[in-house]
Nanobody, 127 residues
Framework: EVQLVESGGGLVQAGGSLRLSCAAS????????IGWFRQAPGKEREGVSC????????YYADSVKDRFTVSTNNAKNRVTLQMNSLEPEDTARYYC????????????????????WGQGTQVTVAS
């Protein structure tokens, strides 16, 4: 059974940084990508980033490009989302999710292909 557990959220001032972590267990060799999503109150869930587990291909949404960085550890069981220059608009609950597909420039817009999800971690950016 795949389990994803997010951590690292919290309250930060605008311009600050947070590092989110997604601890993954039970991933099979056919799981190829991990995505990061966020959902703010009253808004639809938004895909912000993804990474391919094998070749390290990364994608970032325009809203976070040049501010967020996604990475994996050598064991491929932890995915980190480093978030810098945070803005109040980044306030949301952040989720990681696993997919059997490689990360591409469009995969995070196809939520249905992400079959395993964590419970999320709250990020609040104060102005």
């Amino acid at each position: 059974e795949v389990q994803l557990v997010e951590s690292g959220g919290g309250l930060v001032q605008a311009g600050g940084s947070l590092r989110l972590s997604c601890a993954a267990s039970g991933l099979g060799s056919d799981h190829r990508g991990i995505g990061w999503f966020r959902q703010a109150p009253g808004k639809e869930r938004e895909g912000v980033s993804c990474i391919s587990i094998r070749d390290g291909f990364r994608y970032y949404a325009d809203s976070v490009k040049d501010r967020f960085t996604v990475s994996t550890n050598n064991a491929k069981n932890r995915v980190t989302l480093q978030m810098n220059s945070l803005e109040p608009e980044d306030t949301a609950r952040y989720y990681c999710a696993a997919t059997f597909f490689e990360c591409t420039n469009t995969i995070v817009h196809r939520e249905r292909v992400f079959t395993s999800w964590g419970q999320g971690t709250q990020v609040t950016v104060a102005s």
